[in-house]
């Protein structure tokens, strides 16, 4: 009955590495969203995705890269993993892109980077 | 931009009110919502206010005034479930920026018996 989730819910791994987090929504969503929270406990966007399509783009770096197969996944895939990308990430998702959509959250995953 | 100004921390004691303000600049206005984070889980919506006024919804309240970039969260009759964080988050009102909230750094609310 989860509406949004995420796996994993922990990841550690080393520097350098690449990594990927999974998002799924059973809402029937259009729009799908991407998360950091960092030790200072800011929530700042990163991506988000409308029926498939790129709608927001941070400044993000281009070692993030989301990829969402159908409406109902959002995944985020992470290259050459640095210390500073340690953080919770979260995903969400809202009915529509409009502004009448309000926002779900996912569990969140923590990442951690040695 | 967007600037969005809350309380770090606030305690109050189990049984009593406590309101947590929150101030914005920002380039568009679309809405204004109040998440609560409990340590270590996700957001979970609150409220949501559009036009100026106060919205009640049981032991919380939010109130906007859009002419003075401010919102409050009223927590009533205050249990010590209401420990947690509670977040302000602005929707822009810029049509490119779709559904873009942007979040204030959360206030701790700590809750005494």
């Known amino acids: 009955d989860t509406a949004v989730s995420q796996t994993p819910k922990y990841l550690v791994t080393q520097m350098g590495n690449d990594k990927s987090i999974k998002c799924e929504q059973n809402?029937?969503?259009?729009?799908m969203y991407w998360y950091k929270q960092d030790s200072k406990k800011f929530l700042k966007i990163m991506f988000s995705y409308n029926n498939k399509e790129l709608i927001i783009n941070e400044t993000v770096p281009n070692r993030f890269s989301p990829k969402s197969p159908d409406k109902a996944h959002l995944n985020l895939h992470i290259n050459s993993l640095e210390l500073g990308d340690s953080a919770v990430y979260f995903c969400?998702?809202?009915?529509?892109?409009?502004?009448?959509?309000?926002?779900?959250f996912g569990p969140g995953t923590r990442l951690t980077v040695l | 931009g967007q600037n969005i100004d809350q309380p770090t921390e606030m305690t109050a004691t189990e049984g009593a009110i406590v309101q947590i303000n929150c101030t914005y600049q920002t380039s568009g206005f679309n809405g204004l919502f109040w998440y609560q984070q409990h340590a270590g889980e996700a957001p979970t919506f609150l409220s949501y206010n559009v036009l100026d006024g106060l919205e009640e919804k049981g032991r919380f309240s939010s109130f906007l005034s859009r002419s003075k970039g401010y919102s409050y969260l009223l927590l009533k009759e205050l249990q010590m479930k209401d420990s947690a964080s509670y977040l302000c988050?602005?929707?822009?009102?810029?049509?490119?920026?779709?559904?873009?909230?942007?979040f204030g750094g959360g206030t701790r609310v700590l809750v005494k018996p």
């Open positions: 969400a998702s809202s009915q529509d892109i409009r502004a009448q959509g309000t926002q779900y």
């Open positions: 988050a602005v929707r822009s009102g810029l049509k490119a920026a779709g559904n873009k909230l942007t």
């Open positions: 809402l029937g969503h259009d729009t």
